[in-house]
């Protein structure tokens, strides 16, 4: 079974650039989260999807980040335009869709998307 | 949300048990204990998870204190492939990792 697909691998722009991650879950996976560590700080939450609707968007920064998820299969993550904090790498996970508040899904995460603003 | 206390990191010899320890003492009845660990250069990675008693999978087990406001992780056999990052999680629609705990295995 393949697992969570991250593209690309790498991204390096320029401050001011538009950059646009994506993200392919595994199959079957209704829920969908992008999450974040930038320089030296902790892994943090940006948002969830379930399906294709937006369920928890409270860890996004500010408004020069949108996520997509067309469909309910693959996402996409846009920075635009991207500022040198943005820097940082960029995880997508996927999980099986439990009862809420059931506690007991897993997530599987992909590789990341590292980018580097100049 | 519940928080959860880890060292930031531990050493031990290869081919010997670890125990890497993780205080919640705020956590719910409700509330599951779960582990990820995220080793260099890689996305994290699920470990185990349980709610009371413990458990034991292929990778590791998970002693559950009584009271459920400590647990313990334990690789029975560590190797040098299990340096990593672990993080002790009690809510997982959206996880919160925290620093984790860094362990280092000696060859």
């Known amino acids: 079974e393949a697992g969570v697909t991250q593209f690309p691998s790498h991204s390096v722009i320029e401050k001011g650039q538009t950059v646009t991650l994506r993200c392919d879950p595994i199959?079957?996976?209704?829920?969908l989260y992008w999450y974040r560590r930038v320089m030296g700080k902790e892994i943090k939450f940006l948002l969830h999807f379930v399906k294709e609707s937006k369920q928890d968007e409270s860890g996004m920064p500010n408004n020069r980040f949108l996520a997509e998820r067309t469909g309910g299969t693959y996402s996409t993550l846009k920075v635009q335009p991207a500022e040198l904090e943005d820097s940082g790498v960029y995880f997508c996970a996927s999980s099986q869709l439990w009862l809420k508040g059931e506690g007991q899904e897993t997530q599987y995460f992909g590789p990341g998307t590292r980018l580097l603003v100049l | 949300d519940a928080k959860t206390t880890q060292p930031n990191s531990m050493e031990s010899n290869e081919e010997e048990p670890v125990h890497l320890p993780c205080n919640h003492s705020?956590?719910?009845?409700?509330?599951?204990i779960h582990w990820y660990r995220q080793l260099p250069s890689q996305g994290p990675e699920y470990v185990i998870h349980g709610l009371t008693s413990n458990v034991n999978n292929r990778m590791a087990s998970l002693a559950i204190a009584e009271d459920r406001k400590s647990s313990t992780l334990i690789l029975h056999r560590a190797t040098l492939r299990d340096a990593a990052v672990y993080y002790c999680?009690?809510?997982?629609?959206?996880?919160?990792f925290g620093k984790g705990t860094r362990l280092h295995i000696l060859p």
């Open positions: 999680i009690l809510r997982v629609d959206k996880i919160i």
């Open positions: 705020t956590i719910s009845g409700t509330d599951y």
């Open positions: 199959s079957g996976h209704d829920n």
